[in-house]
């Protein structure tokens, strides 16, 4: 970090506080999340504006989730059966958003909590489609999910973000208006702005194959750096950088080498 004073937050507003605290200081807090944790920043950027917080700035590279899953159908090695949605973002833009994708690529959609038996039911719902030969949007998580999502979390959204005309993923390579910035009127709380942050690309190892992993074209052990150069504890591609990601999963919880998932994936 240069010398700087980085520090992990619970929330944006903890950040807030320390720049009130700290008059003194510029304080960024660097946003990043799906629809799942854009709501805090929006309203974290609304109280700042409400108590004329002026050391306070927002470096947003928050993302929206149906761009990259329309990036991901459009791939022409696409060889994904159907989609498990995600719960968290769910409960904010709910079930319409994820429409698109049986009505237009005829691939089912069932959005799953995540409790080990979310999982199952929600695969369950998904192959139970697929064998039954209907393609819709269901819900497994419905104590949490509405159809119509968080109305007031998407009114906040609209009130602070904008869609910026590009982003770049990693493994996806740019994506049209998949990313929020800040609206123009809260320009004075945009870092980028503030800061004139440079535009700077990391590309991916060439060695690295998580665009596959992502469309579904490999598996995570069929990487040429799966379980040798690329681990936990060493990541390359952001499908292991991730506790989440596909690669993470299958290394962690399978508990396997690269060498010993190819062989069982040979013969299963």
Same mark, same amino acid.
């Given at each position: 970090?240069?010398?700087a004073?980085?520090?992990?937050?619970?929330?944006?507003?903890?950040?807030?506080?320390?720049?009130?605290?700290?008059?003194?200081?510029?304080?960024?807090?660097?946003?990043?999340?799906?629809?799942?944790t854009?709501?805090?920043?929006? %309203?974290?950027?609304?109280?700042a504006?409400?108590?004329?917080?002026s050391?306070?700035?927002?470096?947003?590279?928050?993302?929206? =989730?149906?761009?990259?899953?329309?990036?991901?159908?459009?791939?022409?090695?696409l060889?994904?059966?159907?989609?498990?949605? #995600?719960g968290?973002v769910?409960?904010?833009?709910?079930?319409? #958003?994820?429409?698109?994708?049986?009505?237009?690529?005829?691939?089912?959609? %069932?959005?799953?909590?995540?409790e080990?038996?979310?999982?199952?039911?929600?695969?369950?719902?998904?192959?139970?489609? =697929?064998?039954?030969?209907?393609c819709?949007?269901?819900?497994?998580?419905?104590?949490?999910?509405?159809?119509?999502?968080?109305?007031?979390? /998407?009114?906040?959204?609209?009130?602070v973000?904008?869609?910026r005309?590009?982003?770049?993923? !990693?493994?996806?390579?740019?994506?049209?208006?998949?990313?929020?910035k800040? !609206? $123009?009127?809260?320009?004075?709380?945009?870092?980028? /702005?503030?800061?004139s942050? #440079?535009?700077?690309?990391?590309?991916?190892?060439?060695?690295?194959?998580?665009g596959?992993?992502?469309?579904?074209?490999?598996? #995570?052990?069929?990487?040429?750096?799966?379980?040798?150069?690329?681990?936990p504890?060493?990541? =390359? $591609?952001?499908c292991?950088?991730s506790?989440?990601?596909?690669?993470?999963?299958?290394?962690?919880?399978? !508990?396997?080498?690269?060498?010993?998932?190819?062989?069982?994936?040979?013969?299963?």
């Open positions: 970090a240069r010398g004073d980085v520090r992990f937050v619970y929330s944006p507003l903890d950040a807030l506080r320390v720049a009130v605290e700290n008059p003194a200081r510029e304080v960024v807090f660097f946003a990043v999340g799906f629809e799942t854009a709501p805090s920043t929006a %309203v974290t950027v609304l109280r504006r409400a108590e004329a917080v050391n306070f700035t927002v470096f947003s590279n928050h993302v929206t =989730i149906v761009p990259p899953m329309k990036a991901i159908l459009d791939s022409p090695d060889r994904l059966d159907g989609f498990l949605g #995600p968290h769910s409960t904010v833009v709910g079930q319409r #958003p994820y429409r698109f994708v049986p009505e237009i690529y005829r691939k089912p959609v %069932v959005t799953a909590g995540f080990p038996l979310d999982i199952l039911q929600a695969i369950e719902m998904l192959l139970l489609q =697929i064998r039954e030969g209907r819709c949007v269901e819900n497994q998580y419905t104590r949490c999910v509405r159809e119509e999502g968080n109305p007031r979390a /998407l009114e906040i959204l609209a009130e973000f904008e869609l005309p590009h982003f770049e993923w !990693r493994g996806l390579g740019f994506i049209s208006e998949s990313a929020l800040l !609206r $123009g009127e809260l320009a004075h709380f945009d870092a980028e /702005l503030r800061y942050v #440079p535009g700077v690309r990391v590309a991916d190892p060439k060695a690295c194959q998580c596959e992993v992502l469309k579904g074209a490999i598996k #995570p052990w069929e990487c040429k750096v799966f379980g040798t150069a690329c681990t504890e060493t990541p =390359i $591609g952001t292991m950088v506790s989440e990601g596909a690669c993470a999963a299958y290394y962690n919880f399978g !508990r396997l080498h690269r060498d010993v998932a190819v062989s069982m994936g040979a013969t299963n």
